[in-house]
């Protein structure tokens, strides 16, 4: 069987499923590229108790995204060689249940786009049939809905795409890499949380512009917190970029 991405329905059912019992089992989590979304990062760095700046120094890596000139993480991995996630164990992942939006959604893809003569976004999904995997023999089936429901994947979409709102915003405005200073600020903003928090806490002038009603929940919740952060790097890049 070849690798193949197959379009399916959100009712459509597929065969799917992974356990210790199969063959391939953890062989997903090696020869790994992966990207964290905030939202990602925000989970795993709570998983693992650690403040956002020591979560990003020890796990992850940091990147200028070709397409967006926007900073991005990837996960290092703890084995160079095989490219193995620095979270894999021979039982399986050891932060499951705050795995990252990718993790999640595999085998399928997520494929978002925003039609011209449409307003919104529609939204597809694809079946990755990886010739490797054999969770494909599992007897199991789930619809697309299903899955979505099973992996805990609703608050994972919702705060992914206020990244892609950004990452729009940040196309309209300029195909070019940030200047170094701005994107080190839009780094805090996406990843570095407890930094931002400290903006935010002290009183900053630049957040003085923004919803009181974004601002209030963000003192007490780190999901709020990306939110106010994500709206902030809009402003920004507004006020830098259009000059």
Not at 214 to 234: C, F, H, N, Q, S
């Amino acid at each position: 069987m070849n690798d193949s991405l197959v379009p399916l329905d959100p009712d459509a059912s597929f065969r799917f499923g992974c356990s210790p019992e199969v063959a391939c089992f953890n062989e997903c989590c090696r020869d790994l590229n992966q990207f964290l979304t905030p939202y990602d990062v925000v989970r795993l760095k709570n998983r693992l108790g650690l403040p956002s700046d020591v979560f990003l120094a020890r796990y992850t890596r940091r990147h200028t995204g070709p397409g967006t000139g926007l900073p991005v993480v990837t996960l290092a991995p703890a084995d160079p060689a095989r490219l193995t996630c620095p979270f894999v164990a021979p039982s399986g992942c050891r932060i499951y249940p705050d795995r990252p939006s990718s993790c999640r959604t595999y085998p399928l893809v997520r494929i978002l786009r925003r039609p011209r003569e449409s307003e919104g976004i529609l939204e597809e999904y694809r079946l990755l049939k990886e010739s490797h995997c054999r969770g494909f023999d599992a007897a199991r089936q789930q619809t697309v809905r299903e899955w979505i429901t099973n992996q805990g994947l609703a608050d994972y979409h919702a705060e992914n795409d206020r990244l892609l709102e950004v990452i729009a915003l940040k196309a309209r405005l300029s195909r070019k890499a940030l200047p170094p200073s701005l994107e080190d600020q839009v780094y805090m903003a996406f990843y570095d949380m407890d930094r931002f928090r400290g903006r935010l806490c002290d009183g900053n002038p630049e957040l003085a512009g923004l919803p009181a009603e974004l601002i209030e929940p963000a003192r007490r919740d780190e999901t709020a917190l990306l939110r106010l952060g994500l709206e902030w790097v809009k402003q920004l890049l507004k006020r830098t970029l259009t000059r």
